[in-house]
């Protein structure tokens, strides 16, 4: 997660990606860095549909979109709220790491979703967050490079994480 922080942009998550367009070519830059690919046979010839904004593979002929085959998928949360609720947690969890910040209630209320929504969206992100990567949605909200701490410093010790804490307090 502290990894995660020192990477969310300048200009926060909402100012960055203003809009669901914004955020949904967010996603397939960061999915996609070589270019659109078929999520079922790995095609890389892939059409367009502007009518229903959909992709479609001209081997297999799947329709796909962004979201498909992904941790979005069939999401009843607008990308706009993925990315937003990825910062919160971001935030949260790297200077409160024992706290359970923010609740899905926090959620519910900051991103105007259901409860049941806001509680699943949670626990999806962090599943992702968590990974070491963070995940493609850790991926979506980090910008520039990956950010480590000078070769002496054990990977994974407390004085990696010191490390990290002093980064973000400078
Ligand atoms: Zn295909």
Redo the contacts with the bound molecule.
């Keep these: 997660m502290i990894r995660l922080l020192l990477r969310l942009p300048e200009a926060g998550v909402a100012g960055t990606w203003p809009t669901e367009r914004a955020c949904r070519n967010r996603l397939i830059a960061t999915r996609w860095p070589d270019g659109v690919r078929?999520p079922?046979?790995e095609?890389a010839i892939v059409g367009f549909l502007k009518t229903r904004q959909n992709f479609y593979?001209k081997?297999?002929l799947?329709q796909f979109s962004a979201q498909s085959h992904s941790i979005f998928h069939r999401s009843h949360v607008n990308l706009l709220s993925w990315f937003r609720a990825a910062e919160l947690l971001i935030r949260y969890n790297a200077h409160h790491p024992d706290l359970n910040y923010p609740t899905g209630h926090d959620l519910r209320d900051v991103l105007g979703i259901s409860y049941a929504a806001a509680h699943a969206l949670k626990r999806k992100s962090l599943s992702e967050l968590l990974q070491p990567d963070g995940g493609l949605l850790g991926r979506c909200v980090a910008v520039g490079s990956a950010v480590s701490a000078p070769s002496n410093v054990p990977v994974g010790s407390s004085e990696e994480l010191l490390w990290f804490y002093h980064r973000i307090a400078n």
């Design positions: 078929c079922k046979c095609n593979c081997s297999c799947l």
